[in-house]
């Protein structure tokens, strides 16, 4: 039990001095930092690649601005997803937002942030969990600080954490995590407090870089070797059919995204692409 009171003790600091800094934060450095970390975002081979994204609706201050990228992923064509917050029993949707008219009509919710009705143009939403979903290929969080290790500090509600743990539980395969960082949330490795339940990220964007790539740049190697024999394959081989691999298709997570201490690691990666492949 002490240990638990001081790991939230230690978590309550930190959010609290690291809140504080970014409260202080000129609008236009948070408005540079935003942009060059969109730029890093919209150059992921991961993100070209994805079909369905989740992105948070950013507050109207003290966290990086995500309009701009929101714009972009809905110019790209990509099926997107935000955040949709239950208050009453404390668990987080991920509802399809339709295009930027519906994006410039949704309505302000909890914090002041824009947050999507159950419906649009007289028909329900599409929500992630849905079975009719396809599911997410990348979420793009937001967080009060992160370190080298990819260790996320959020605001203290659970939000994400749940619905990760509850989306990885259907069986889907999980989506690639990707945090995205101003320079003052970022700290040395292993200064964020984690438990059990706490996810780590694949990546973590920031202004500077991208922590987490080393690792993937070796994962996306070999990716492309990987498919280069199957490529060979189909050529010389007879008509054959091959379920496709995540791990090839994740290729800039540094497979670092599980739970922290003590978690249990999901039993599938997220694809860029889905379904299976035909080889003729």
């Not at 690649?49 to 790209?76: A, F, K, N, Q, W």
């Not at 339709?98 to 009509?105: E, M, P």
């Not at 394959?233 to 800039?252: D, F, I, N, V």
Request: with cysteine; net charge positive.
């Amino acid at each position: 039990m002490a240990a638990i009171i001081s790991l939230k003790a230690q978590k309550h600091a930190l959010r609290k001095a690291i809140s504080a800094t970014l409260k202080l934060m000129p609008t236009s450095v948070v408005a540079d930092q935003s942009q060059a970390v969109m730029d890093r975002v919209l150059s992921l081979p991961s993100f070209q690649r994805c079909r369905s994204i989740s992105c948070y609706l950013s507050m109207p201050s003290g966290e990086l601005d995500t309009s701009s990228l929101i714009l972009e992923i809905l110019d790209r064509g990509k099926t997107l997803f935000v955040p949709k917050i239950e208050s009453k029993d404390g668990h987080m949707d991920f509802l399809r937002v339709y295009g930027k008219d519906d994006l410039n009509s949704l309505p302000s919710g909890v914090w002041g942030i824009k947050e999507p009705e159950p419906f649009w143009q007289g028909s329900k939403r599409q929500n992630v969990l849905d079975t009719s979903c396809d599911g997410l290929d990348i979420i793009l969080l937001p967080g009060v600080a992160f370190d080298q290790s990819l260790s996320r500090l959020g605001h203290g509600k659970g939000y994400y954490d749940r619905f990760i743990t509850s989306y990885s539980s259907t069986g889907r395969p999980r989506p690639l995590l990707v945090a995205l960082a101003l320079r003052e949330q970022v700290l040395e490795d292993n200064i964020v407090p984690v438990a059990a339940h706490d996810w780590k990220m694949d990546l973590v964007v920031t202004p500077d870089g991208i922590l987490g790539q080393e690792a993937s740049i070796k994962q996306e190697t070999k990716a492309i070797q990987e498919q280069l024999r199957n490529t060979q394959q189909c050529h010389r081989g007879p008509k054959m059919k091959r379920t496709s691999s995540s791990s090839a298709l994740r290729s800039e997570a540094s497979l670092s995204g599980v739970p922290g201490v003590g978690g249990t690691q999901p039993t599938s990666t997220s694809a860029a692409l889905k379904g299976e492949m035909t080889c003729f």
